[in-house]
């Protein structure tokens, strides 16, 4: 069975750093692409980052320059890197991938920028 289970999230500091990650059960190399969206309290999911098999990313307007998507392929693990953290980047934060034209997704985890 296909899982993803992503992970990292917790309380910072505006101006703080943190790392999420995804583990992915199976092959990785099936899903393509793979990324990050995350949902804050009243507002509708948004695509964060997301990375191909090739390396390529692409990221929303509002975190480019701050957060940095990668993927460890011996690992089966993405990353996202987040600097810089804003109060405005406070959200549950989910794992997808595509494979085979369907949409998997992780868990969520929650992300809490705060003084």
């Known amino acids: 069975q296909v899982q993803l289970v992503d992970s990292g999230g917790g309380l910072v500091q505006p101006g703080g750093s943190m790392r999420l990650s995804c583990v992915v059960s199976?092959?990785?190399?099936?899903?393509?692409?793979m990324g990050w969206y995350r949902q804050a309290p009243g507002k509708e999911r948004e695509l964060v980052a997301a990375?191909?098999?090739?390396?390529?990313?692409d990221y929303s307007d509002s975190v480019k320059g701050r957060f940095t998507i990668s993927r460890d392929n011996a690992k089966k693990t993405v990353y996202l890197q987040m600097n810089s953290l804003k109060s405005e980047d406070t959200a549950v934060y989910y794992c997808?991938?595509?494979?085979?034209?369907?949409?998997?997704w992780g868990q969520g985890t929650q992300v809490t920028v705060s003084s």
């Open positions: 997808y991938g595509v494979k085979f034209d369907v949409d998997y």
């Open positions: 990375i191909t098999n090739g390396g390529s990313t």
């Open positions: 199976g092959s990785m190399f099936s899903f393509n692409p």
